[in-house]
């Protein structure tokens, strides 16, 4: 007896399974336990079944890089250059962020999420105990770490707190919370501080969480004082021993790529904020080339200013379009591939995480096909890409357990999320 069943959808596996134009999956625990086409077997039985014709089946979209509580600053600082961005509006309101705030900006990011098929995140973030709480509490999947900012007074113990996750955590038994350190950027912290960070990171087989080479100033500014790149710098310390997630890589030299895919490092391409930000555009098609995994990012909702995955998959297919004069430069597919199964590669999550297979984690989608723009249908992966919306989310799955249903939350309490969240954006301001 399998506990769920989902009967005829179109399914994109992201996997070897490719893709089935009616088929059917079903759920035993946490894990997928039957995929194939349709009929479904008359022996296949299920507690709880979900008719999904009409429907398209996607992995869990991953989110490989975000700061979650952002979301009470959005709009706050926008149509800025980014270090100014960062210094004159969002350190002084980060400075007074409280848990509370944290918790409630959070919990307004995990159903923002959620609502558009986003079922993992790694975040980077103060009070990040609050950031697991979240995680726990609306079933979804996620990386946190605490922002470390070497130069502040406080580094050394702010490094011994973010190692110190506790190890009771249901959900981190489960998987479900995959503590990661985060040095916040090579500008931010000096060697000294990152090879603490590494060191720490060894002992406890914890994986990095890193900014890298995301504006031309940050690159020329550490090639004035060092003589290096960001990249070669945080590289000559050791950090890319540990498995690392370096955000951004905008501003990246051939050498820099090629320290990136020597040694293994994992890319967050963030299309929407690199844009928003004036940031410039990432390589990306010559990273793939070189054997970098690329993975999608929505980056904070300060700097997006939301975290629609869907929205960065049509960015990240269009831009290379543009920017290379050449329509076929990214297809739709391998878009979509990098918010899903690349971001969970980039994570060292995608043995369990990022495509449909049996085995894996139960971390599915299901979005609806029947609405206008998505009628007519000549290529799903290509509607995902090029025409579906976040809203377009039908039935969220994480780990096995549906979290949204028919677009309404299992468990959450929306209106009280956007309520409180509302509240804490509006107190936060008034502190400033």
Not at 353 to 365: H, M, P, R, T
């Amino acid at each position: 007896m399998f506990d769920i069943l989902i009967s005829g959808p179109t399914i994109v596996s992201v996997g070897p399974h490719g893709l089935i134009k009616r088929g059917y999956l079903a759920i035993k625990g946490q894990r997928i336990a039957a995929l194939g086409e349709c009929p479904v077997p008359p022996d296949l039985r299920s507690a709880e079944t979900i008719e999904a014709e009409g429907m398209v089946m996607l992995p869990g979209l991953v989110n490989a890089h975000t700061h979650l509580a952002m979301t009470l600053m959005r709009g706050l600082a926008d149509d800025m250059e980014v270090m100014e961005w960062l210094e004159k509006r969002i350190w002084p309101l980060e400075a007074k962020l409280t848990e509370e705030d944290c918790y409630w900006g959070g919990m307004l990011g995990a159903i923002e999420m959620l609502r558009g098929g986003t079922t993992c995140f790694n975040d980077m973030y103060y009070h990040f105990e609050v950031t697991t709480q979240v995680i726990v509490e609306s079933g979804m999947r996620g990386c946190p770490s605490l922002v470390l900012l070497g130069f502040l007074p406080f580094s050394e113990q702010s490094l011994a707190r973010a190692a110190d996750l506790p190890d009771d955590w249901s959900a981190k038994r489960e998987g479900r919370v995959v503590p990661m350190l985060g040095p916040h950027a090579a500008y931010s912290c000096n060697e000294r501080y990152l090879a603490e960070v590494v060191n720490v990171a060894k002992k406890k087989g914890m994986g990095i969480h890193i900014h890298l080479s995301e504006s031309r100033k940050e690159v020329e500014e550490s090639l004035r004082e060092f003589g290096k790149t960001p990249i070669a710098r945080v590289a000559e310390v050791g950090l890319f021993e540990c498995p690392t997630l370096a955000a951004h890589c905008v501003h990246v030299t051939p050498e820099d790529i090629q320290i990136l895919s020597r040694f293994g490092v994992g890319v967050s391409h963030n299309p929407g904020s690199n844009l928003k930000l004036a940031s410039g555009f990432a390589p990306v098609l010559e990273m793939i080339r070189q054997g970098v995994t690329v993975g999608l990012g929505t980056d904070g909702a300060a700097s997006n200013n939301n975290l629609d995955m869907f929205e960065e998959m049509r960015l990240a297919a269009l831009l290379p379009k543009a920017t290379s004069g050449d329509p076929t430069a990214l297809r739709a597919f391998q878009a979509l591939e990098m918010a899903t199964l690349g971001s969970a590669r980039a994570l060292g999550l995608d043995k369990e995480i990022g495509s449909l297979e049996v085995g894996k984690k139960a971390d599915i989608v299901l979005v609806d096909f029947r609405r206008p723009h998505l009628v007519p249908c000549f290529d799903v992966v290509s509607d995902i890409v090029y025409s579906a919306r976040a809203d377009d989310v039908h039935t969220v799955i994480v780990d096995g357990k549906v979290v949204l249903k028919e677009r309404r939350f299992t468990k959450l309490d929306e209106e009280e999320i956007l309520s409180k969240a509302s509240q804490r954006a509006h107190s936060l301001v008034e502190r400033v």
